[in-house]
């Protein structure tokens, strides 16, 4: 008896594993497709968002701090971001977003004006994303938890690049929305550049502004070397 019981316990605790796991896009089948009426990008899109330079792991805090912003306001929050990199050939800390929050769909407003203020105070500037005409797009469960960014990173992404792959299409950046089930990930298939924020560099300027800083810094440590530490090496080799 004690057996049975024991057994049917694991039973349940696989089913609730496997079903959790399920819920943030373990064990499903994601169906990229090209499509004229991508989610949310159907029509322009006002943001609020703030850049992020260096790995995309990082970039859940700003999100988190988005969301805050709008914590009390009474109307769904969809969160966001744009993803200008792909990190399997972009160096960690050259890898560039931009993320926050949607705040108006058509010229609409979907919060009220003051959570657009406490935004801006904290930080976060306001983007208008352009309607897509056609995209690549793939929709994952999600709780928004960890284990649902694991899912995207693991398999839906391998899944959406064998896509576009497999269908010789060119893309180039991810803008993904998150909301309270799901995550949409969305690859525009024409002017993608309309989705360049100000701050957006290229990889040569990037790498010229770290060497430039490379440079000041090391000129700082000779500059920083105390007097007579030349005099007293020279003495020591004598």
């Not at 994303?129 to 995207?152: C, H, N």
């Not at 959406?160 to 799901?182: G, P, Q, S």
């Amino acid at each position: 008896m004690f057996e049975l019981a024991f057994i049917a316990v694991l039973v349940a605790g696989a089913i609730y594993i496997f079903l959790t796991l399920r819920k943030n896009g373990f064990f499903v089948t994601v169906e990229p497709s090209v499509t004229t009426t991508p989610k949310h990008l159907d029509k322009p899109l006002t943001v609020y968002y703030k850049y992020h330079l260096g790995p995309y792991q990082n970039v859940m805090k700003v999100i988190d701090e988005a969301k805050q912003g709008l914590s009390t306001s009474p109307s769904p929050v969809t969160s966001f971001g744009i993803y200008y990199d792909n990190p399997e050939t972009t160096d960690s800390h050259f890898l560039q977003s931009a993320v926050g929050v949607v705040f108006g769909t058509e010229g609409k407003d979907l919060h009220e004006e003051k959570y657009a203020k406490e935004l801006h105070d904290n930080g976060f500037e306001k983007f208008v994303m352009p309607k897509v005409e056609r995209a690549v797009q793939a929709v994952q469960p999600s709780t928004g938890g960890f284990a649902s960014f694991l899912a995207l990173v693991w398999f839906t992404y391998s899944t959406i690049r064998k896509y576009i792959t497999d269908n010789k299409l060119e893309t180039t950046y991810a803008v993904e929305f998150y909301t309270d089930n799901e995550i949409d990930v969305i690859f525009p298939l024409d002017d993608a550049n309309e989705f360049l924020v100000k701050d957006y560099q290229t990889i040569d300027q990037l790498e010229s502004e770290a060497a430039k800083k490379r440079f000041d810094s090391s000129e700082e440590d000779s500059e920083s070397e105390p007097e007579g530490a030349e005099e007293t090496e020279q003495e020591e080799e004598k």
